[in-house]
């Protein structure tokens, strides 16, 4: 099966610096890559993704970079706020199939 | 407004006990989950469903037995709970192969 990497696991920044979470898979048939946002006593919530046809992708702020190749792909976070401060998780699965599996969570902490 | 809602939020109970969790979607999705989320937040599929039926069944013991009574809704049956039950369950939904929209989860304690 599919084993997602996750690295850091926790990130302390200043506010308006970036922050980089980094991601590998190991199933080369994997081509759907979410990104979720986890605030404390919620559920995860889905922030950007990535297709296997696409390198780069923007929304704002936020933005992920996927090398096929490598097997790696990356959150990009630029001009964090305090807001941002959450655990983040990367996913891996295959466009069809419904099972995400999860990287182990990265703690990002902004400080003001 | 709430789009997947569960119940209880927090459910504490002791071991051999049999608990039930509830999940309902409001989004017209045709698949639900449940993922289990341990105290190192790792987070992991347990079941799938579509339609009703079950597509994805992970290495989960078999005290646990997802019911689906439509499409709207899919509960979790946790029977003999075990002290390593203990964790975050989160009901997730999505069309097939979409975007999943998770619940706010229930944090079960097993004593």
């Known amino acids: 099966g599919e084993n997602v990497e996750q690295h850091p696991s926790t990130l302390s920044v200043q506010e308006g610096d970036s922050a980089v979470i980094k991601c590998t898979y190991s199933?080369?048939?994997?081509?759907?890559f979410p990104w979720y946002k986890q605030e404390l006593g919620k559920g995860p919530q889905l922030i950007i993704d990535?297709?296997?046809?696409?390198g780069e992708k923007k929304d704002q702020r936020i933005a992920v970079t996927l090398n096929k190749t490598a097997k790696h792909f990356s959150l990009h976070i630029t001009e964090t706020q305090p807001e941002d401060s959450a655990v983040y998780f990367c996913?891996?699965?295959?466009?069809?199939?419904?099972?995400?599996?999860f990287g182990t969570g990265t703690r990002l902490t902004v400080i003001p | 407004d709430t789009a997947v809602s569960q119940t209880p939020k927090y459910l504490v109970t002791q071991m051999g006990n049999d608990k039930s969790i509830k999940c309902e979607q409001n989004?017209?999705?045709?698949?639900m989950y449940w993922y289990k989320q341990d105290s190192k937040k790792f987070l992991k599929i347990m079941f799938s469903?579509?339609?009703?039926?079950?597509?994805i069944n992970e290495t989960v013991p078999n005290r646990f037995s997802p019911k689906s009574p439509d499409k709207a809704h899919l509960n979790l049956h946790i029977n003999s709970l075990e002290l390593g039950d203990s964790a975050v369950y989160f009901c997730?939904?999505?069309?097939?192969?979409?975007?999943?929209?998770f619940g706010p989860g229930t944090r079960l304690t097993v004593l």
């Open positions: 990535i297709r296997s046809n696409v």
């Open positions: 469903y579509n339609n009703k039926e079950l597509i």
């Open positions: 199933d080369s048939a994997s081509n759907y």
């Open positions: 997730a939904s999505s069309l097939l192969a979409g975007e999943q929209f």
């Open positions: 996913a891996a699965s295959q466009t069809g199939a419904n099972n995400l599996f």
């Open positions: 989004l017209g999705h045709d698949t």
